[in-house]
Nanobody
Framework: QVHLVESGGGLVQAGGSLSLSCAAS????????MAWFRQAPGKEREFVAA?????????YYADSVKGRFAISRDNAKNTLYLQMNSLKPDDTAVYYC???????????????????WGQGTQVTVSS
């Protein structure tokens, strides 16, 4: 079992920045695909970013956040990060960390492929 705990959410003005963290415990996640998803009220959970453990730690982003968000991981700390810059009101959502040991590249953006999820952290961007 992998236990994931997100932190770092909060309220920020449009154009501002926030940094999210996801601390993993229970197992070492250095060989897991790790990802961030988000869910706004009344909307489905959507992919934000992911990082693969192999292939040089390849990263993947949703078009809506590309160039503004950066995903990274510190395997020594068993922690995943999401640096969010130039935030917009549309980025307001609960952000979830996810992990899985057997994600293939073609499914990295699919929430139903991930076995482990955190409880989420709220990000609110005011206009």
């Amino acid at each position: 079992q992998v236990h994931l705990v997100e932190s770092g959410g909060g309220l920020v003005q449009a154009g501002g920045s926030l940094s999210l963290s996801c601390a993993a415990s229970g197992r070492t996640v250095s060989r897991y695909t790790m990802a961030w998803f988000r869910q706004a009220p009344g909307k489905e959970r959507e992919f934000v970013a992911a990082t693969k453990p192999s292939s040089g730690g390849a990263t993947y982003y949703a078009d809506s956040v590309k160039g503004r968000f950066a995903i990274s991981r510190d395997n020594a700390k068993n922690t995943l990060y999401l640096q969010m810059n130039s935030l917009k009101p549309d980025d307001t959502a609960v952000y979830y960390c996810a992990a899985d040991a057997s994600i293939i590249v073609s499914t990295v953006r699919q929430a139903n492929q991930y076995d482990y999820w955190g409880q989420g952290t709220q990000v609110t961007v005011s206009s």
